[in-house]
């Protein structure tokens, strides 16, 4: 049950960003190759977890949840491929394995990545909306609005992406 409440932690601290969109429609005009994105994501109200459960969890753990869950921003770089873009991926996705996520694409242009994402994990609950827009072939911006909730606990999770293609080769991520 703690390690479900966890996972579902982590999925609400990488939220910003992951979807996987209908295969009819037509993808994000953007370059093939090696990107680095930038997520900034800030939490407000409780977290998805009891008291009772919070206070069980070894102290490191514990830290590392709650250092999580603070404002913060990474980076990280990740290889889009030509297959990735023609199945229609979200390819700057940055979801946690183990989420049953579904979502509602409502908009999805050449430009455009617009819907709901609603995800479960044992007792936690997560429903937003996510947009994407590719500001040309070489740069994506994004915004992210999640709640997470367990039942007793609410907290609001708000997030942007910034991407920039790097080059056509994804050797440089290794």
């Not at 969109?21 to 994000?28: T, Y």
């Not at 995800?119 to 709640?147: P, Q, S």
């Amino acid at each position: 049950m703690k390690r479900e409440i966890l996972r579902g932690m982590s999925m609400a601290c990488a939220a910003i960003g992951g979807t996987m969109v209908n295969a009819m429609a037509e993808p994000l005009d953007v370059k093939a190759g090696l990107w680095e994105l930038t997520i900034k994501s800030e939490t407000q109200g409780a977290m998805p977890i009891s008291q009772e459960d919070l206070q069980m969890l070894p102290p490191q753990l514990r830290t590392a949840m709650e250092r999580a869950l603070a404002p913060h921003t990474g980076v990280k770089k990740q290889c889009v491929t030509d297959q990735d873009l023609e199945r229609s991926e979200n390819t700057f996705s940055m979801s946690v394995p183990g989420m049953n996520c579904n979502d509602t694409v409502t908009t999805h242009t050449r430009t455009t990545l617009a819907g709901t994402l609603d995800c479960t994990k044992g007792i936690v609950h997560e429903a937003g909306n996510f947009i994407y827009e590719a500001k040309d072939r070489e740069h994506v911006i994004g915004k992210m609005d999640m709640a997470s909730k367990d039942g007793t606990n609410t907290m609001s999770i708000k997030g942007t992406l910034s991407g920039r293609w790097l080059n056509a080769s994804c050797d440089a991520s290794k």
